[in-house]
C-alpha cells in the first residue's frame, strides 16, 4: 500500500493481521472500530495528523487502529491514555490547525476553528526530535471537540466446560497439541462472531466533548550531563545546574 495514500477500502483483515502479526479477537474488534470511523466519520485515512486517536488501553486494537486510520504513535497523532477500558475517541482537526508537513508547530494556529470528533526517540535531518503535547497549541490546544464515542460491548460467545478446561490448561503454561488445537479453534470463533456481528452488536455509540490535543512539536535534543545520550529537551530533568534524562536524574542529581 502506498504510505501516502489515504483510502482505506483496500484494507482487509488479513492485511491488518499481517501488520500485527496474528490473528485475535482483539484485533477484529481494532478494525470493525476503525472501520466505523472511517466510513462514518473520517472518511479517509490520516496522511498528516489532520484526525487523533485516543485510545484507552493499549490492546491488539490499537494495532489495528493505527494501521487502519493512519493515527500512530510515531506522528503524536495516536494519544494512549491508560485506564484499562476498550474506548476508543477519534477527532478531526480543523485545517487551521494541521501542521504543513515538514514544518515545525511551535505555538499552533490563533484561528484555530472548532474540531469535530468521534469518540469510539529518532531524530530529523536537524538533529531535532519530534514529540511532546504538552508546551504551545495556542487555541488549537484549547477547543473542545465535539462527536461521538464508541465502547466496545460485545460480549464472547458462551464457553463449553472442555473449552474453559483448555484454557486453563493453556494459561498454566501446557502447550500441547491438543491444548493448542483447541485454543486455536476457540480463537477463530470468536474472531468470526466479531467479524461477522453487525455494528450495534459490538459498539455503544455516545456524544461527548472531549479537549483537542495540539499538533506534534519539534523539540530540541540536548545531551544528557551523565549517559551523554540525546534526550528531548522537554523531557530532560536540571539538578544544581546540570541537565539529566528521565533515567539518569536520580542518580545524576546525589
Known sequence: MDLEDSDYK??????VAAFHGHACPGLA???RLSLVALRDYLVKRDVDEEAVAIVENDSCAVDAVQFMTG?????GNLIFK????QVYTFIKRPPQCVTPKGENAQGGNPQCGSPQGVRAGGENESGNQQGGHEDGGGECREQL???FRLSVKWQSPPETIEESRMWERYSGGDRSESVLRAVHD??????????????????DVTHVEVRLP???????????GKCGERVMETRTVVNK?????????GVGGQ
Open 10 to 15: 483496500d484494507l482487509d483483515f488479513k492485511k
Open 29 to 31: 474488534l481494532g478494525y
Open 71 to 75: 493515527c500512530t504513535f510515531g506522528k
Open 82 to 85: 491508560d485506564y484499562g477500558k
Open 145 to 147: 471537540a465535539e462527536g
Open 186 to 203: 476457540r480463537k477463530s470463533r470468536k474472531i468470526a462472531s466479531i467479524l461477522d456481528a453487525d455494528d450495534d452488536e459490538l459498539f
Open 214 to 224: 495540539e499538533p506534534a512539536r519539534i523539540h530540541k535534543s540536548l545531551i544528557c
Open 241 to 249: 545546574g546540570h541537565i539529566y534524562c528521565i533515567p539518569c536524574s
